[in-house]
Structure formats: structure tokens, C-alpha cells
């Protein structure tokens, strides 16, 4: 008996989330991945090593209508994951235009989705929609979107082209509303690489503010699993996840637990708050999430610990 392979996209394939997943989809044999990426932040050093089978990458950027357009009618894809994004506080507000040059990518990827041989397409939001929380812990449905940011607006109206091709096209949909994820393949743009790397070089740990501004921290490994099990079970069609842990923790705390971990004599500087962006408290309402996965997530404690112990994030920060 033949079995056809399920043809997959990956946008963002060589970034933190993305390269993740992409190693999770080819846990299953079955799967024929295609990465795309244009390495603006993403590296060929995450993708999949070279012996492993059933993948390609190709350079190349969403946003470019001939680009994308050339690998959508190359293949007949099953499935489509749209990361592909322009990410981190600081690039997002340094590059407001390229941030919202996403858009075209979103659009892209959704013309060329429907009315093709795509079944489903899920789509990388962000707990930045939410903006400052009018409740805590933030649902996906009571929560008002009310993030002025670009960042943040682009994910929004990214959230209501999916919506309104499964209403015009009936192009069928996920969004994932991620918070804050780390793990071993993430640069040190972000703040949990960035207090780890410091620390374990005995570097200054700078912090933006007085560090009071609560965060919840997800291990990659959580956040994946959910994409996943989402994917393979076909659950949450044409609806929104937050995909995050809930638990609380100042940036100081993380900061601290951080030095206490790696046992380092770095010590933490404050820097002057930044100007918009750095939102006061964040923290998701993720019973969906723990519904689906049923354990105990991952706390993080042990996901630094893990980080410490990879040798993955160890070679990328020398």
C-alpha cells in the first residue's frame, strides 16, 4: 500500500518557534516539510541535520509576492504554518515599516492558500495583541485587542484575514496566540537567552525599568507540543489558542533565579524604561492549553536548567 506523503509549509522555519516544529513534524515519517525563511533573524544553523530526511529549505521572503508564489505553485501543499514575522521589542520598534511589510506575507500566504490544495492554514499571533490587560488572567475571548503598537496591530489584523477567508473562501484555520517562548534555539534578542548567556559569561544583566513588569515563561518544548497535538488531532478549527504558561514572574525574579541557577557574579543594571511596548503584566488564560496536553507544563526553573545543559545554545553563544 502507498501512502502520500502530507506536503507541509514553514514559514519562519529557521527561527526559535519555527525550527522547533519543524522538528516535530518530522518525527512523522509521513510528513514532507518545506521551510522557508529569508534568515533575516532566522539561521541555517536550526534547521534539520542533513541526514535527516523528508525536508527542504529555501531562501527565500513571504512578503515577496514572486517568491512565495514560486514555492506555493511548486508544490501541492497540505498544510500551511505561517511564523514567518519580524520579531523581538527592540527590532519591532526600531523597524516599525518592515514590521508592517508582514502584512503582504499574511495576504500572500492566504491567496495563494485558497482555492488550492491547502486544507487548513495556523497562524503565529502574539499575546502583544492583548496591549495593557484590561484582566488577568487574559482569555481568548474577553480580553479586549487593544495594542496601538505596529507589532501588535499587524498580528491583529493578521487574526482578521484568517478569520475572513474561512468566512469568504471557507479556507479553514488555527491562530495561536503565543507568549513569551524560550528554549535552546533562541537568540539572545530575547530576554531568558539574554539574562542566560550574560550570566553564564559573568556579564552585566541589563534590565529595562525597575524590572516589576510581570512575565509567564514557556518552554519550547510546551509550545510545540500543543501546535502539534492541535495539528494531528485536528482540534481548535477556526478558533484562537493561547499558548503560554501561566505562571507569574517579574523580570527581576528572572533575572535573579537566572544568577542563583548558573551560580554567575553578574549583576543586574537598570536601564531607562523603553519608550512604548514593554507592557506592565502579561498572563494568559490557558485552560485550552492544559486541556490538550494534560501535564503539568514545564517550569522555569528546569527549561533554564535544560538551556544550561544544551549544547546547541552553548555553541550558539560561544
Given at each position: 500500500m502507498i501512502t502520500?506523503?502530507t506536503?507541509?509549509?514553514?514559514?519562519?522555519?529557521?527561527?526559535?518557534?519555527g525550527?522547533?516544529?519543524?522538528?516535530?513534524?518530522?518525527q512523522?515519517s509521513?510528513?514532507?516539510?518545506?521551510?522557508?525563511d529569508?534568515?533575516?533573524?532566522?539561521?541555517?544553523?536550526?534547521l534539520?541535520?542533513?541526514?535527516?530526511?523528508?525536508?527542504?529549505?529555501i531562501?527565500a521572503?513571504?512578503?515577496?509576492l514572486?517568491?512565495?508564489?514560486?514555492?506555493?505553485?511548486?508544490y501541492?501543499?497540505?498544510y500551511?504554518?505561517?511564523?514567518?514575522?519580524?520579531v523581538?521589542?527592540?527590532?519591532?520598534?526600531?523597524?516599525?515599516?518592515?514590521v508592517?511589510?508582514?502584512?503582504?506575507?499574511i495576504k500572500?500566504?492566504?491567496?495563494f492558500?485558497k482555492?488550492?490544495?491547502v486544507k487548513?492554514?495556523y497562524?503565529?499571533?502574539s499575546?502583544?495583541?492583548?496591549?495593557e490587560?484590561?484582566?488577568l488572567?487574559q482569555?481568548?475571548?474577553?480580553t479586549?485587542?487593544?495594542?496601538?503598537?505596529?507589532?501588535?496591530v499587524?498580528?491583529n489584523?493578521?487574526?482578521?484575514?484568517f478569520?475572513?477567508?474561512?468566512?469568504?473562501?471557507?479556507?479553514?484555520?488555527?491562530i495561536?496566540?503565543?507568549?513569551?517562548?524560550?528554549?535552546?534555539?533562541?537568540?539572545?534578542?530575547?530576554?531568558?537567552?539574554?539574562?542566560?548567556?550574560?550570566?553564564?559569561?559573568?556579564k552585566d544583566?541589563?534590565i529595562y525599568?525597575?524590572?516589576?513588569?510581570?512575565?509567564?515563561?514557556?518552554?519550547?518544548?510546551?509550545t510545540?507540543n500543543?501546535?502539534?497535538?492541535?495539528?494531528?488531532k485536528?482540534?481548535?478549527?477556526?478558533?484562537?489558542i493561547?499558548v503560554?504558561?501561566?505562571e507569574?514572574?517579574?523580570?527581576?525574579?528572572?533575572?535573579?533565579?537566572?544568577i542563583?541557577?548558573?551560580g554567575?557574579?553578574?549583576?543586574?543594571?537598570h536601564?531607562?524604561p523603553?519608550?512604548?511596548g514593554?507592557?506592565?503584566?502579561?498572563?494568559?488564560?490557558n485552560?485550552?492549553?492544559?486541556?490538550?496536553?494534560?501535564k503539568?507544563l514545564?517550569?522555569?526553573?528546569?527549561?533554564?536548567?535544560?538551556?544550561?545543559?544544551d549544547e546547541?545554545f552553548?555553541?550558539?553563544i560561544?
Amino acid at each position: 500500500m502507498i501512502t502520500t506523503q502530507t506536503k507541509i509549509l514553514v514559514t519562519g522555519g529557521a527561527g526559535n518557534v519555527g525550527s522547533a516544529l519543524v522538528e516535530k513534524l518530522l518525527q512523522n515519517s509521513n510528513n514532507f516539510v518545506v521551510i522557508l525563511d529569508n534568515l533575516s533573524t532566522g539561521l541555517l544553523s536550526k534547521l534539520p541535520p542533513s541526514e535527516t530526511p523528508n525536508w527542504k529549505f529555501i531562501k527565500a521572503d513571504v512578503n515577496n509576492l514572486n517568491d512565495i508564489s514560486t514555492v506555493m505553485l511548486s508544490y501541492n501543499f497540505d498544510y500551511v504554518f505561517h511564523f514567518a514575522a519580524v520579531v523581538g521589542v527592540i527590532r519591532t520598534q526600531e523597524n516599525p515599516i518592515d514590521v508592517l511589510r508582514d502584512i503582504d506575507g499574511i495576504k500572500n500566504v492566504l491567496d495563494f492558500s485558497k482555492n488550492s490544495t491547502v486544507k487548513h492554514v495556523y497562524f503565529s499571533s502574539s499575546s502583544e495583541v492583548y496591549g495593557e490587560p484590561v484582566e488577568l488572567p487574559q482569555n481568548e475571548y474577553r480580553t479586549p485587542l487593544n495594542s496601538r503598537v505596529p507589532y501588535a496591530v499587524v498580528k491583529n489584523v493578521g487574526e482578521c484575514f484568517f478569520r475572513t477567508y474561512w468566512q469568504t473562501y471557507q479556507l479553514p484555520y488555527t491562530i495561536f496566540r503565543f507568549f513569551n517562548t524560550y528554549g535552546p534555539n533562541q537568540s539572545t534578542d530575547f530576554v531568558v537567552a539574554r539574562f542566560l548567556a550574560s550570566a553564564l559569561k559573568g556579564k552585566d544583566i541589563t534590565i529595562y525599568g525597575d524590572g516589576s513588569q510581570t512575565r509567564t515563561f514557556t518552554f519550547v518544548e510546551d509550545t510545540i507540543n500543543v501546535c502539534n497535538t492541535i495539528f494531528e488531532k485536528k482540534l481548535l478549527v477556526n478558533d484562537v489558542i493561547n499558548v503560554g504558561n501561566d505562571e507569574l514572574m517579574t523580570i527581576k525574579d528572572l533575572a535573579l533565579l537566572t544568577i542563583k541557577l548558573t551560580g554567575s557574579s553578574s549583576k543586574i543594571i537598570h536601564l531607562p524604561p523603553l519608550k512604548e511596548g514593554d507592557m506592565t503584566r502579561r498572563q494568559p488564560d490557558n485552560k485550552k492549553m492544559k486541556e490538550i496536553l494534560n501535564k503539568k507544563l514545564i517550569s522555569v526553573e528546569e527549561g533554564i536548567l535544560r538551556m544550561m545543559k544544551d549544547e546547541r545554545f552553548l555553541k550558539s553563544i560561544g
